[in-house]
Antibody
Framework: EMQLVESGGALVQPGGSLRLSCAASGFTFSNYAMHWVRQAPGKGLEYVSTISSNGGSTFYASSVKGRFTISRDNSRNTLYLQMGSLRVEDMAVYYC????????????????????WGQGTLVTVSS | QSVLTQPPSASGTPGQKVTISCSGSNSNIGSNTVNWYQQLPGTAPIVLIYSNNQRPSGVPDRFSASKSGTSASLAISGLQSEDEADYYCAAWDASLNGVLFGGGTKVTVL
């Protein structure tokens, strides 16, 4: 059974940094692009970032570009999100999600299909 | 970040049909497939519809969707109490080089 488990969420002060992790199991991690999606308290879903299956391509929402860095370690089946210069508006539950398209090589799809999600990890930004 | 436009709420009585719209532009819905996600209270979202109108296995055929031009819609027929949830449309945006979500529609079963 495939599983995505996020960790690393915490309380951090504005301007601080945090690294989120997403441990994947039950599927061949290196054959799928991966994504981060967040949800502020009481708000809707917001796309954060995408990384291709081997990490060669990355994409970011304009709201986090230059402050967040997505990466992956296929040998550890783990996805990361390095968050810097955190703002109050970054406070949210952060979900990792698997892309819906299986691929070989270094690829990603432009399908916006997230076929499995983790349970999320809460990032609180407050002084 | 722009969003795809959805009505914030929709409601119906058990057995009724509810339709949710999702409006975008040529750079997203107009040129890419639309997916729909259901988020039950306190849980992570799940895929409800993919590739405009395809249901994953396990999703009841009460759920259907369509796309035309720069708009898409999700229909729930034979509304049931367990359908109370938030529903989101999503599509890749070629101009932004990333995914856009709709603002979400909260469906209430009266």
């Amino acid at each position: 059974e495939m599983q995505l488990v996020e960790s690393g969420g915490a309380l951090v002060q504005p301007g601080g940094s945090l690294r989120l992790s997403c441990a994947a199991s039950g599927f061949t991690f290196s054959n799928y692009a991966m994504h981060w999606v967040r949800q502020a308290p009481g708000k809707g879903l917001e796309y954060v970032s995408t990384i291709s299956s081997n990490g060669g391509s990355t994409f970011y929402a304009s709201s986090v570009k230059g402050r967040f860095t997505i990466s992956r370690d296929n040998s550890r089946n783990t996805l990361y999100l390095q968050m810097g210069s955190l703002r109050v508006e970054d406070m949210a539950v952060y979900y990792c999600a698997r892309d819906g398209a299986y691929c070989g090589g270094d690829c990603y799809s432009e399908s916006a299909l997230f076929d499995d999600w983790g349970q999320g990890t809460l990032v609180t930004v407050s002084s | 970040q722009s969003v795809l436009t959805q009505p914030p709420s929709a409601s119906g009585t058990p057995g009724q049909k509810v339709t949710i719209s999702c409006s975008g532009s040529n750079s997203n819905i107009g040129s890419n497939t639309v997916n729909w996600y259901q988020q039950l209270p306190g849980t992570a979202p799940i895929v409800l519809i993919y590739s405009n109108n395809q249901r994953p296995s396990g999703v009841p055929d009460r759920f259907s969707a369509s796309k035309s031009g720069t708009s898409a819609s999700l229909a729930i027929s034979g509304l049931q109490s367990e359908d109370e949830a938030d529903y989101y449309c999503a599509a890749w945006d070629a101009s932004l080089n990333g995914v856009l979500f709709g603002g979400g529609t909260k469906v209430t079963v009266l």
